[in-house]
T-cell receptor
C-alpha cells in the first residue's frame, strides 16, 4: 500500500471556497491521475498527467484544476465552480504504457471532501 | 470515448459458492481489462487483469474471461470466502491510451 499518499483524509469546505487536495508518490511513476468516486457511479476520471508539466482533462474536468510541477506531486484544486464537489477523491499513479500496453494503476488512500 | 457497463450492481453469495461479475465495453480497440477490489474504507487494488491477446487468465480462486467479438469480459471467483466481500470494479483501456474507463462497481457480500 505504500508509495502514494493523499492528504488530508477528510476535508470540509464552505460553499464558494476553493480547496486543494494533495497527492504525493515516491514510486518514480511518470503518470498520475485524479478520480472522483460517488456511490453507484464507479470511478470517474477528472484529470491525468503523463509527464511533468503536462496534463489532460478527463471526463469530468469542469470545476477542477491541477498542476504537475514535480514528478512526485499532482495536486488537485476543487474550485467554487464545481457545483457538487462532495465526494471521495482518489489519486493514482502508474508507469507509462510500454509498447502501447497500459500498466497497473496504484491508488492512494483517498480524501473525502464535504461541502458544508 | 469508452463506455463500460457492469452487472450486477450487488451480489450476495453463500460462502463456498461462486460469484460472477460481467462487464461490457463499447470500443473495439480496447485491449487492457483490469479488475480492482475495494474493501470498505480502503483504496482500490488490482486483483487481476487481462489483455486482448488472451481469452482467459487465472490466479488461484480468481479468473477472468474475455470475449472480444461480443465485447464483454467477466470475473469469476470460486469457493468464495468472507474476505471476498468488497466492491469490485472492471475497467477497459485502448492501445496507447493512458486512460481507464471504469464500470459502476459490484458490491459482493459473502454470507457465512
Amino acid at each position: 500500500d505504500g508509495g502514494i499518499t493523499q492528504s488530508p483524509k477528510y476535508l470540509f469546505r464552505k460553499e464558494g471556497q476553493n480547496v486543494t487536495l494533495s497527492c504525493e508518490q515516491n514510486l518514480n511513476h511518470d503518470a498520475m491521475y485524479w478520480y472522483r468516486q460517488d456511490p453507484g457511479q464507479g470511478l470517474r476520471l477528472i484529470y491525468y498527467s503523463q509527464i511533468v508539466n503536462d496534463f489532460q482533462k478527463g471526463d469530468i474536468a469542469e470545476g477542477y484544476s491541477v498542476s504537475r510541477e514535480k514528478k512526485e506531486s499532482f495536486p488537485l484544486t476543487v474550485t467554487s465552480a464545481q457545483k457538487n464537489p462532495t465526494a471521495f477523491y482518489l489519486c493514482a499513479s502508474s508507469i507509462p504504457p510500454v509498447g502501447g500496453r497500459l500498466r497497473e494503476q496504484f491508488f492512494g488512500p483517498g480524501t473525502r471532501l464535504t461541502v458544508l | 470515448g469508452e463506455n463500460v457497463e457492469q452487472h450486477p450492481s450487488t451480489l450476495s453469495v453463500q460462502e463456498g459458492d461462486s460469484a460472477v461479475i460481467k462487464c461490457t465495453y463499447s470500443d473495439s480497440a480496447s485491449n487492457y481489462f483490469p479488475w480492482y477490489k475495494q474493501e470498505l474504507g480502503k483504496r482500490p487494488q488490482l486483483i487481476i487483469d487481462i489483455r486482448s491477446n488472451v481469452g482467459e487468465k487465472k490466479d488461484q480462486r480468481i479468473a477472468v474471461t474475455l470475449n472480444k467479438t461480443a465485447k464483454h469480459f467477466s470475473l469469476h471467483i470460486t469457493e468464495t470466502q468472507p474476505e471476498d466481500s468488497a466492491v469490485y470494479f472492471c475497467a477497459a483501456s485502448g492501445r496507447g491510451d493512458y486512460k481507464l474507463s471504469f464500470g459502476a462497481g459490484t458490491t459482493v457480500t459473502v454470507r457465512a
